[in-house]
């Protein structure tokens, strides 16, 4: 173990609507007894782009001791979640709502709000 950045949740405040789930690419995230956990430290890679979706503001990032993040562990939790037939829930751009299956999507955060934005839209973003 290591001291890194991963997700921490506050079971308080977090209502289990699952929002955070799907901005995981890591897939770290799950709802568990109707709260949302990290269930594997090593699958949290400490990005953060589940932080702003949460609708409630369940979500931060702690520097603590933790597993070393698994690039490994990643590919086995998406194998695994593909043979359960477990899905995401597709992402959808705030300006022309292109789902992340048909472009690319990346997170914008402004004033602690966190949306997503294609690649299409993202110079229009920029540039007013």
Not at 29 to 35: A, C, M, R, S, T
Not at 100 to 123: H, I, N, Q, S
């Amino acid at each position: 173990m290591s001291r890194r950045t991963v997700v921490k949740i506050d079971e308080e405040l977090c209502n289990g609507c699952g929002a955070c789930i799907s901005p995981c690419a890591e897939g770290a995230l799950e709802i568990i007894d109707g709260k949302a956990r990290v269930i594997k430290d090593e699958l949290c890679d400490g990005a953060g782009f589940c932080l702003g979706i949460c609708p409630v503001g369940a979500l931060s990032l702690e520097s603590r001791e933790a597993d070393a993040f698994s690039e490994q562990a990643v590919k086995i939790r998406r194998l695994e979640s593909q043979s359960s037939g477990t899905s995401y829930i597709a992402q959808h751009c705030m300006s022309c709502n292109a789902s992340e299956d048909e472009r690319y999507l990346l997170p914008v955060k402004y004033k602690g709000g966190a949306l997503w934005c294609c690649t299409r839209c993202l110079p229009g973003l920029i540039h007013g």
